[in-house]
Nanobody
Framework: QVQLVQSGGGLVQPGESLRLSCEAS????????MGWYRQAPGKQRELVAT?????????ASSVKGRFTISRDNAKNTVTVYLQMNRLKPEDTAVYYC?????????????WGQGTQVTVSS
């Protein structure tokens, strides 16, 4: 099992920055990829960014060049950060951390509790 705990988020003005954190614990050696998704009101959840165990990253086109994703490996935890710069009102959403991990030969997903990001003047 992999457990995820998110922190960060809040209300900012357009053009400002925020950083989200997600700490994974449990079977962290089984994690293949971690990432961030977001869901705006009335919309489907969408991919924001991912980072693999090897450090390869992937970004949605709407955030490329503004957001970065990184990870910090500790002894018993893995923390993934989403640095969001030059935020826009359309970035407003609930952001969810995700970990995809292997339970034997079965791929599983764990989700964080979600955190609200609001970009408004």
């Amino acid at each position: 099992q992999v457990q995820l705990v998110q922190s960060g988020g809040g209300l900012v003005q357009p053009g400002e920055s925020l950083r989200l954190s997600c700490e994974a614990s449990g079977s962290i050696l089984s994690i293949v990829v971690m990432g961030w998704y977001r869901q705006a009101p009335g919309k489907q959840r969408e991919l924001v960014a991912t980072i693999t165990r090897g450090g390869s990253t992937n970004f949605a086109s709407s955030v490329k060049g503004r957001f970065t994703i990184s990870r910090d490996n500790a002894k018993n935890t893995v923390t993934v950060y989403l640095q969001m710069n030059r935020l826009k009102p359309e970035d407003t959403a609930v952001y969810y951390c995700n970990a995809r991990w292997m339970a034997g030969t079965t791929a599983e997903n764990s989700w964080g509790q979600g955190t609200q990001v609001t970009v408004s003047s």
